[in-house]
């Protein structure tokens, strides 16, 4: 499906993707997804395959009335192997004729999200009685998350597209931001609605905003209070591009590219907090050029202010040059199990007089960084090699023996980069 989906933005294109994939995937003859109209307390065929009459292309499902009508509204998976004699659904004369015409009998039906709220179903439908098993309905099931994921990114893309083209009309336009300010948050839209990934089209747009493709920036991510208001944050915004950066909400972030002499990071999170007594959380990287490295750079900072979130923190900050793969594996595990596995692992060290963990942490650190090389480890904390040799013994005392090979290596490695995600100290980076 995600082959299918590359490059499809517009609902009525994705929809016509997940409904081949919905018929294929049951092996029936047709799929159509339908859309809710809350106003009208129906949903409404948009998109079907395999279809033979013209009525049933544009059907209107009444919301809690037949299979569909359930779906969109109370959106769990169900099926029914024959829907003409199926007495465990509601049904109406004028739906009844319209599926009897199209010959429909077993018909299958998911719910449609987008953004986490409920939008519609995807059904699939056969034109002879079947039963479908357990095992289909946890397909449908899946089928259902990536159409969800799919139509969220969809929303998202074409938000961010919005935006740009208020900030490109903005240009022409005097105002609070100003045609520059405009211009230079016009080029972060497109970065992070990744439309501006390949390194010609960012050259031609860092040029149209009066920018050099090869300048530097630092790329943060702020999370935005729950309450804010879109004034609020508008404001905020304006209040960045002021002093010199660019900026834009984007799914419950602030993003912000600034050139490494503009903005701090503490001025941008404080542009956030203003009068509220908790700050943000947030996320910020190294100075980066170039359409790639600015586009990972962003990705990195939204999935680090999402892993601070996910883990419990509140006002903290991280390099999110430091963030790796491991925040997606701790941003989708509870809490307590990642302080669970981390005492599990490092709580031999917690048991220490305070200055012997402080040396033994301090080294078990640098041993992570490095690669347990023993010369690297005694550059990296100024000590003579032996005493590097030394505190590892130390360390095998304490943990174990064969702690740093095999197995338990990763186990510690894993350990000590979890814990610093999870309780290291907010530090802003360098720039």
Same mark, same amino acid.
């Given at each position: 499906?995600?082959?299918? $989906?590359?490059?499809?933005?517009?609902?009525?294109?994705?929809?016509?993707?997940?409904?081949?994939?919905?018929?294929? !995937?049951?092996?029936?003859? =047709?799929? #159509?997804?339908?859309?809710?109209?809350?106003?009208?307390?129906?949903?409404?065929?948009? =998109?079907?395959?395999?279809?033979?009459?013209?009525?049933?292309?544009?059907?209107?499902?009444? +919301?809690?009335?037949?299979?569909?009508?359930?779906? !969109?509204?109370?959106?769990?998976?169900?099926?029914?192997?024959?829907?003409?004699?199926?007495?465990?659904?509601?049904?109406?004369?004028?739906?009844?004729?319209?599926?009897?015409?199209?010959?429909?009998?077993?018909?299958?039906? !998911?719910?449609?999200?987008?953004?986490?709220?409920?939008?519609?179903?995807?059904?699939?439908?056969?034109?002879?009685?079947?039963?479908?098993?357990?095992?289909?309905?946890?397909?449908?099931?899946? %089928?259902?998350?990536?159409?969800?994921?799919?139509?969220? /990114?969809?929303?998202?893309?074409?938000?961010?597209?919005?935006?740009?083209?208020? $900030?490109?009309?903005?240009?022409?336009?005097?105002?609070?931001?100003?045609?520059?300010?405009?211009?230079?948050?016009? $080029?972060?839209? +497109?970065?992070? =609605?990744?439309?501006?990934?390949?390194?010609?089209?960012?050259?031609?747009?860092?040029? *149209?905003?009066?920018?050099?493709?090869?300048?530097?920036?630092?790329?943060?991510?702020?999370?935005?209070?729950? #309450?804010?208001?879109?004034?609020?944050?508008?404001?905020?915004?304006?209040?960045?591009?002021?002093?010199?950066?660019?900026?834009?909400?984007?799914?419950? %972030?602030?993003?912000?590219?600034?050139?490494?002499?503009?903005?701090?990071?503490?001025?941008?999170?404080?542009?956030?907090?203003?009068?509220?007594?908790?700050?943000?959380?947030?996320?910020?990287?190294?100075?980066?050029?170039?359409?790639?490295?600015?586009?990972?750079?962003?990705?990195?900072?939204?999935?680090?202010?999402?892993?601070?979130? !996910?883990?419990?923190?509140?006002?903290?900050?991280?390099?999110?040059?430091?963030?790796?793969?491991?925040?997606?594996?701790?941003?989708?595990?509870?809490?307590?199990?990642? /302080?669970?596995?981390?005492?599990?692992?490092?709580?031999?060290?917690?048991?220490?007089?305070?200055?012997?963990?402080?040396?033994?942490?301090?080294?078990?650190?640098?041993?992570?960084?490095?690669?347990?090389?023993?010369?690297?480890?005694?550059?990296? %904390? /100024?000590?003579?090699?032996?005493?590097? #040799?030394?505190?590892?013994?130390?360390?095998?005392?304490?943990?174990?023996?064969?702690?740093?090979?095999?197995?338990?290596?990763?186990?510690?490695?894993?350990?000590? +980069?979890?814990?610093?995600?999870?309780?290291?100290? /907010?530090?802003?980076? *360098?720039?």
């Amino acid at each position: 499906m995600a082959t299918d $989906l590359v490059g499809v933005v517009d609902r009525t294109g994705i929809l016509t993707v997940l409904c081949r994939r919905f018929r294929n !995937a049951f092996g029936v003859n =047709s799929a #159509y997804a339908a859309l809710n109209v809350p106003e009208a307390s129906e949903a409404v065929v948009r =998109s079907s395959l395999g279809i033979r009459t013209e009525e049933f292309r544009a059907l209107q499902l009444p +919301h809690g009335v037949g299979l569909g009508g359930v779906v !969109a509204v109370e959106g769990q998976v169900r099926a029914s192997g024959d829907y003409p004699s199926d007495q465990g659904l509601r049904h109406t004369e004028l739906l009844d004729a319209r599926v009897r015409r199209e010959g429909l009998h077993a018909i299958i039906a !998911a719910p449609l999200r987008e953004g986490g709220a409920l939008v519609g179903a995807i059904l699939a439908g056969a034109r002879f009685p079947r039963n479908f098993t357990d095992t289909d309905l946890a397909l449908a099931a899946s %089928l259902s998350d990536m159409a969800s994921v799919a139509l969220t /990114s969809a929303a998202k893309v074409n938000s961010l597209r919005e935006r740009v083209q208020e $900030l490109e009309q903005t240009q022409s336009r005097p105002g609070l931001i100003g045609n520059v300010a405009a211009r230079r948050s016009a $080029l972060l839209a +497109h970065l992070a =609605s990744d439309a501006c990934r390949d390194e010609g089209c960012f050259a031609r747009r860092a040029a *149209a905003a009066g920018i050099s493709p090869a300048a530097e920036f630092c790329v943060m991510a702020v999370e935005l209070p729950m #309450y804010a208001t879109p004034d609020a944050v508008t404001r905020t915004c304006e209040q960045i591009i002021q002093i010199g950066g660019m900026a834009l909400a984007d799914d419950g %972030l602030l993003l912000a590219l600034t050139p490494p002499d503009g903005p701090t990071v503490t001025q941008v999170r404080s542009a956030v907090q203003g009068e509220h007594h908790i700050g943000p959380n947030s996320a910020a990287s190294r100075p980066a050029s170039g359409a790639g490295p600015l586009v990972d750079a962003l990705d990195r900072a939204r999935l680090a202010v999402q892993l601070l979130t !996910a883990v419990g923190r509140r006002g903290s900050h991280r390099c999110s040059d430091d963030v790796g793969p491991l925040a997606l594996l701790a941003a989708s595990i509870d809490q307590a199990v990642l /302080s669970t596995f981390i005492s599990r692992v490092l709580g031999p060290l917690e048991d220490l007089e305070p200055a012997r963990q402080h040396r033994l942490k301090t080294t078990l650190d640098a041993w992570t960084d490095h690669g347990g090389a023993p010369k690297k480890i005694a550059r990296a %904390l /100024s000590l003579h090699v032996n005493t590097v #040799y030394d505190r590892l013994d130390q360390l095998e005392e304490v943990l174990g023996p064969r702690w740093s090979s095999g197995p338990r290596r990763l186990e510690f490695e894993t350990a000590v +980069h979890l814990d610093r995600l999870v309780n290291g100290d /907010s530090v802003e980076p *360098a720039s």
